[in-house]
């Protein structure tokens, strides 16, 4: 299992923090997304042998979010 953090723009604000949530969690290879709102901040677990970072990355980007 790896873990990786990221940052991202929208993830202080509730609605788009759900909605976040609900996306990652439909991705079978991520076991676990957690948003820190404080900082923007999301730290994702998942298996770097099903997915990969830049999959990940730009599958939240595809969804709208901006990284960074």
């Known amino acids: 299992m790896e873990t990786m953090t990221i940052h991202i723009k929208e993830a ?6 759900q909605s ?3 996306i990652l969690a439909d991705v079978p290879e991520i076991e676990r997304a957690l948003v820190d709102v404080e900082v923007g901040e999301v730290k ?4 770097e ?3 990969s970072e830049e999959q ?3 599958r939240i980007q595809l969804e709208g979010f901006h990284i960074g």
């Open 56 to 58: 990940i990355i730009k």
């Open 49 to 51: 042998n099903q997915i």
């Open 12 to 17: 202080t604000a509730e609605k788009p923090i």
């Open 44 to 47: 994702i677990s998942f298996d």
């Open 20 to 22: 976040l949530e609900d």
